[in-house]
């Protein structure tokens, strides 16, 4: 299921990599291989591959993730382009990023 993308560019997952403490939690519960570790630190390296589940950011210890889980960026694209009207998921709203 690795090679399954959505929408490029739209996913809202952010990482605070000055906050994260290496732990690899994400890692072990991301379903798309998003992150990596490296030099002691998590790191995105599949942004696109993001299904924003959420199961990153509910897990991590010290909350060095969001993302709006649920139908996210891509979902708010889709809408604006069916409703003729501004697409908009609300992301830059709740930017968590440190």
Known sequence: MRDQ????????????????????????VCPHEVFELSGRKAHII????????????LNCPVNAISVNSGV????????????NSEPTCGCNENSNCC
Do not use: F, H, P, Q
């Not at 929408?7 to 605070?16: A, G, I, M, P």
């Open 5 to 28: 993308l959505y929408l490029s560019d739209v996913v809202t997952l952010k990482l605070c990599e000055e906050t994260c403490n290496g732990c690899g939690i994400c890692i072990k």
């Open 46 to 57: 599949r942004r696109d591959y993001c299904m924003e589940c959420g199961a990153c950011s």
């Open 72 to 83: 996210g960026c891509a979902a708010g694209i889709i809408n604006g382009i069916l409703r």
